[in-house]
């Protein structure tokens, strides 16, 4: 699943018509937005770094981030000198000077974000009349949206695309609504093929027979701490592509399993462990 | 555990460069050879090495490279689970943090949150924080303990260093551990009887399972007979032994197969250890590699270090050891248990 933090609608726009999300009709701290097969949501969280920390917080904890398999991404406008869509690397915080960096894992270059896009970015709490670092991208963001996701998540889940719209100065008011959601527009195949490419990156997670387990600790009578070593040879066994199940039906078939106390069921665990290693 | 269609970036695509040492000779020298990368400046390496919720698995498959200024202490006194073969001043140096290689049941992923691998650039450091050691005492010295030095050596140097280190320090004995292929190092440097070189040994299927990117037995037989043919000592280190189905088989293949590639009465030492872990390493590694048999297996805890059943441990190292004495002086078998010669 795709999450995704925009500051402006004028920014998602573009997004929402391209993923043909869905407003979300229920009352919601922030406009909510997802896509039919819930595969992608996306909120608005207004301008600057709390807003952007807290409509974080509202979107990872309302649809149960996981982090072995989804992606937070912000996707908005920036100021900088150096038109286009950027992955961002760095981030520091204008306000605090903390900075924060992304993992930068996967090969994005096929999407058309080559290393050369990749830049630095500057959060601030105010809309900049100039760029202190030319060679730095401004947004007034990213800093909260990484600070509220690091709570949740791994720092290879989260991404950071950056449009630049401006170069910090703005004194003809070029910058309007109509202009952010068109350069928006004009990135989003790239950010659709950035979509795809990640939807493959998914670690799979290895489970066990919570049902079994459960059985199997009830029938022996285990403790706590007994349950917890059952735990782990399920675990070893799974690992180590050994079959349980089959071990604890052939116990069960020499009546092994039925147990009357704690005692008897400990040996019963020592034979289970025996028998797998 | 991840999808094989998922493209990674290439190893050390990204560096990240702490201010303080932007200009030193080794950092020019490293940024020089990667001319592809970028390069990230960053005010001190914890902000990006110790980062919370990092995964260690998947940054193994693109791993960033940093490079640092260590401030602080760089020597430290040797862990009780490892092996001293007798030396009485047993310390490790880490100058480098983390490996290219990829062994499943490494210490280094308990110990670190982060895959991503720190170098040490100012090494000179840790030479005069060494030489004020020696003033009190000798030392015998791991320096490859938290990395794999002559896997990355080419980038840093940092071998040879620590080996003409030695030699100019009559006091000091130095062990550098590896699982290597690597040879040419040893066309570089002058033999010294202080400078042991001590290769990990396993059998081949736990190399190809468990100790991924590292050099195959035979490889690492052929390196170690090419140090010892230099004039340099020679360790081998049957440790951590690793439990599998066919364990005595394995390790009986793997001890002729030693046998036949180097010549063994030559070597100075052996040492015998199954494997074994602090709690706490254990916990996390098991967390984060769920399907590894190694981390899964179910280790007993003996006073705060998961191990293998007694009758077990006990089993796999007498074996070994077993082996061992048909082929060579029983005063060269170390065996970890009690740091005793067996």
Redesign the interface.
């Known amino acids: 699943m795709f999450y995704f933090v925009c500051a402006l609608y004028a920014e998602a726009k573009p997004l929402i018509s391209a993923l043909s999300l869905r407003k979300d009709a229920f009352s919601c701290p922030y406009d909510t937005y997802f896509s039919e097969d819930s595969s992608v949501v996306l909120a608005i969280s207004g301008t600057g770094p709390i807003a952007g920390a807290a409509a974080t917080s509202y979107l990872l904890t309302r649809f149960g981030f996981r ?1 072995h398999a989804d992606f937070l991404i912000n996707f908005g406008s920036c100021a900088g000198n150096e038109p286009g869509l950027h992955l961002i ?2 981030i520091t915080d204008d306000t605090t000077g903390r ?1 924060f ?1 992304p ?5 994005l270059s ?1 999407c058309g974000l080559p ?1 050369s896009s ?1 830049k ?1 970015l500057v959060t601030v709490p105010r809309v900049v009349s100039s760029l202190e670092d030319p060679s730095c991208l401004y947004d007034m963001e990213a800093s909260g949206i990484y600070q509220a996701a ?1 709570h ?5 889940r989260v991404l950071f695309l950056k449009y630049v719209s401006d170069s910090g100065v703005d004194a003809e008011k070029t910058i309007t609504a109509e202009k952010l959601t068109e350069d928006s527009g004009k990135h989003i195949p790239t950010v659709l093929s950035v979509l795809e ?1 990640l939807a ?7 489970f066990i027979d919570e049902e079994l387990l459960v059985s199997t600790s009830l029938a022996l009578h285990l403790s706590d701490t007994l349950r917890h ?1 059952l735990r ?2 399920f ?2 066994a ?4 050994t079959n349980i199940k089959e071990i604890l039906d052939a116990l069960d078939a020499e009546g092994k399993l039925d147990v009357s106390s704690k005692r008897e069921g400990k040996v019963v665990l020592d034979e289970i ?1 025996k028998q ?2 | ?3 094989e ?6 190893p050390f ?2 560096i ?1 460069v702490e201010d303080a040492i932007r200009d030193h000779e080794l950092t020019r020298r490293i940024l020089a050879r990667f001319s ?3 390069v ?1 400046p ?2 001190h390496y914890k ?2 090495f110790n ?5 260690f ?3 193994k ?2 791993q ?1 490279l940093i490079l640092a200024k260590n401030t602080g202490a760089s020597i430290f006194p040797g862990a009780p689970v490892c092996q001293d073969f007798g030396y009485d001043h047993f310390y490790y140096a880490s100058s480098i943090r983390n490996c290219i290689f990829d062994c499943e049941y490494c210490f280094l992923k308990g110990m670190y949150g982060s895959g991503n691998i720190v170098v040490f650039v100012n090494l000179e450091n840790t030479f005069s924080e060494l030489e004020a050691l020696l003033k009190k005492h000798p030392v015998y010295l791991c320096v490859s303990y938290d990395t794999d030095l002559i896997a990355l050596e080419s980038l840093t140097g940092f071998a040879t260093r620590w080996a003409e280190f030695a030699r100019s320090h009559k006091d000091l004995t130095i062990e550098i551990r590896t699982k290597s292929f690597r040879k040419d190092i040893y066309e570089k440097i002058e033999p010294c009887d202080r400078v042991i070189f001590a290769y990990t040994l396993s059998p081949d299927e736990i190399i190809e399972k468990h100790e991924k990117k590292t050099a195959t037995l035979k490889e690492r037989l052929e390196a170690a007979s090419c140090a010892m043919n230099k004039g340099f000592p020679v360790r081998l280190c049957f440790d951590p032994i690793i ?1 599998c189905k066919n364990w005595k088989a394995a390790y009986f293949s793997m001890l002729k197969t030693a046998n036949e590639n180097i010549d063994i009465h030559r070597l100075k030492d052996v040492s015998v250890g199954s494997f074994r872990i602090p709690a706490d390493y254990i916990k996390k590694l ?1 967390k984060d590699f ?4 190694v ?4 280790y007993e805890n003996r006073n705060g270090v998961f191990c293998y ?1 007694e009758k ?1 441990a006990d089993e796999m190292e007498e074996y070994l050891i077993s082996l061992l004495e048909r082929l060579m002086d029983k005063e060269k078998i170390f065996r970890i248990e009690n740091s005793e010669n067996s």
């Open positions: 982090n690397n760095k900075t960096y993992d930068m894992l996967y090969d096929s290393s990749e630095a690091s949740v998540l791994s720092p290879h490419k493959e990156a998914c670690e799979e997670k290895p070593e782990q040879l675990m070893y799974q690992a180590s592509g462990r797998l290693i | 555990m991840r999808s269609n998922s493209s990674f970036n290439f695509s990204h990240y592809k990368s970028v990230i960053i005010n902000d990006v980062r919370s919720r990092q995964n698995g998947i940054q498959s693109s960033a439990y098991r769920p399907d590894s048999p981390c899964q297996f179910p059943p077990l």
